[in-house]
């Protein structure tokens, strides 16, 4: 098996095993959808109107939680050195490590998004446009994650340093993907542009930030 | 005189702009000053104890 | 890295210039803005009095995102040359660049009110303006959060030049989200056609903080070579007391 291959799955089967796996970001999100309206009041116009919004912004905040573990704890057992030496390219190396962490507990996030418009009252059309745009999003928002955790990687207590790292980099793909499904639900026919809009973003992150994640893996192990 | 400082009714809010953006770049000129004191201090204690 | 500062000459001539230079020019520039804006320019047939503020708000705001890209700049010459005085350039620059960002969002706030009748409106350009607050303080908390030094200089030049490409695209998609609303404005006002009596007073005011920036950054500069030049002093001092205790056991 290729090595990146193996570092996929390696990836993948941490991410599933350790801390819940799949029920890490995924719960996040479900909690998260579930609060809102708690928050917002039940008006149903109201929550379908801004349901896409809620949605995106919910999945965003979710895949920032397991961005610590990602680098951080490669940072701290050393296994960051072996990666870089190893041999294998650091730029796919990354990219196989996000892509399998976020293989093993992103995967929910459409779903969920999908049920969650459903539940704030979208009807089936522009809630599909909605978890599709999720599913776009998702390279982009576990990506610059990524990029985040392995900046801040081994850094103490470093979530709050890894949000705020990563929120301006996340604005352009929540405008678009929110915007996907708030087009579908009011019929401005911008749906299919924002959709365009957030694969483009998500695209070009995956073309360009193993390179600043490579980079920043080997800044931090001076 | 009271006619300027009334700004055209419009005092409220343009004083404040002018007297945050003066306060704000006096500031950062003052920290600089201070922050060079501090510096020159520190370097010259610590070559003072080299002799 | 270091050893730029233990022999500091070149930037020492340089700034002996350039810092008195700069720091009259910025007073005496601000001198005249002041007067410009205020005696030599009269009110606006739309905004009235209000226009003023103008004259410190996109200054601001315009050194917010002006510092932003030289601190881009920095991190890249930086990264690439491994120069030690572009990472305390880079290092000096970013506080300067995070106030003049949230003066530029409180003098946008008191300039919006009477024009929109509201304390904050999310269109783009205001909007972007806060998502620049939040880049500047990302990358001031990346630096404060490593304690080693070089780490801090090599990770913080790669945050900040992501941060530039990223603020391009948030440029665009910000543009794009607000476009299908603009906000209701109490005063009407069609754009951007600036009077000449209101464009001396803009460019003189944007001028006078530019070289105002220009001597905070190169007087810090100055502060910080010093600073970096006390670090290595110590750590000498420090490896040569660890030496002495290893040669005494």
């Known amino acids: 098996m290729s090595p990146l291959a193996s570092i996929f799955i390696r990836e993948a089967r941490l991410a599933w095993a350790g801390g819940g796996g799949a029920a890490g970001p995924a719960a996040f999100f479900l909690a998260a959808i579930t609060l809102a309206p708690l928050a917002i009041g039940p008006a149903p116009d109201l929550l379908a109107a801004i349901a896409a919004g809620i949605m995106s912004f919910a999945a965003l905040l979710s895949v920032l939680q397991s961005a610590d573990r990602l680098f951080g704890d490669d940072h701290g057992d050393g296994t960051a050195e072996l990666y870089l030496l190893s041999g294998v390219t650091p730029v796919w190396l990354v990219l196989a490590k996000v892509m399998g962490q976020a293989a093993a507990t992103l995967w929910p996030m459409p779903a969920i998004g999908l049920v969650g418009a459903l539940m704030y009252g979208v009807p089936i059309g522009p809630a599909l446009v909605g978890a599709l745009a999720l599913l776009a999003a998702i390279p982009a928002l576990a990506l610059i994650a990524g990029f985040a955790g392995a900046l801040a990687a081994g850094i103490r207590r470093s979530g709050l340093l890894i949000a705020l790292i990563a929120t301006p980099m996340m604005v352009p793909v929540l405008i678009f993907a929110a915007g996907a499904g708030r087009s579908a639900f009011d019929g401005d026919e911008r749906a299919l542009a924002n959709l365009m809009l957030t694969l483009a973003v998500s695209l070009g992150t995956t073309a360009l930030a193993p390179f600043g994640i490579a980079a920043a893996l080997r800044s931090r192990l001076g | ?51 | 890295m270091l050893s730029y500062f233990s022999n500091p000459q070149r930037f020492d001539q340089l700034a002996r210039v350039l810092i008195p230079l700069f720091g009259g020019l910025a007073l005496i520039l601000l001198g005249v803005g002041v007067w410009l804006s205020f005696f030599a320019s009269p009110p606006d047939y739309q905004q009235g009095e209000t226009i003023r503020i103008m004259y410190v708000h996109v200054p601001a705001a315009y050194m917010a995102m002006a510092l932003y890209a030289a601190l881009a700049v920095a991190s890249f010459v930086y990264f690439v040359w491994r120069h030690a005085l572009a990472d305390a350039a880079a290092e000096v620059i970013a506080p300067l660049g995070a106030v003049f960002t949230i003066l530029a969002l409180f003098t946008g706030s008191l300039w919006g009110k009477p024009m929109w009748g509201t304390w904050w409106e999310w269109d783009a350009r205001m909007t972007s303006v806060l998502v620049l607050l939040l880049v500047y303080l990302g990358y001031m908390a990346l630096r404060a959060a490593l304690e080693d030094a070089q780490q801090a200089a090599r990770t913080g030049a790669i945050l900040a030049m992501a941060g530039i490409i990223n603020l391009v695209i948030v440029k665009f998609s910000v543009d794009w989200w607000s476009s299908l609303h603009q906000p209701a404005s109490v005063i009407r006002f069609d754009g951007p056609t600036i009077h000449a009596s209101q464009l001396w007073p803009l460019a003189v005011m944007a001028v006078a903080y530019t070289f105002l920036a220009g001597w905070l950054v190169l007087y810090r500069l100055r502060s910080q070579a010093l600073r970096r030049r006390a670090r290595t002093l110590q750590r000498q001092r420090e490896q040569v007391a660890r030496q002495l205790e290893e040669a005494v056991s």
């Open chain 2, 1 to 51: 005189m009271s006619e300027f400082l009334a700004m055209g009714g419009y005092a409220a809010f343009v004083w404040p702009t002018w007297v945050a953006s003066v306060l704000a770049l006096v500031g950062l000129a003052v920290h600089a000053l201070l922050e060079r004191r501090a510096a020159r201090e520190a370097l010259r204690r610590l070559e003072e104890d080299e002799a």
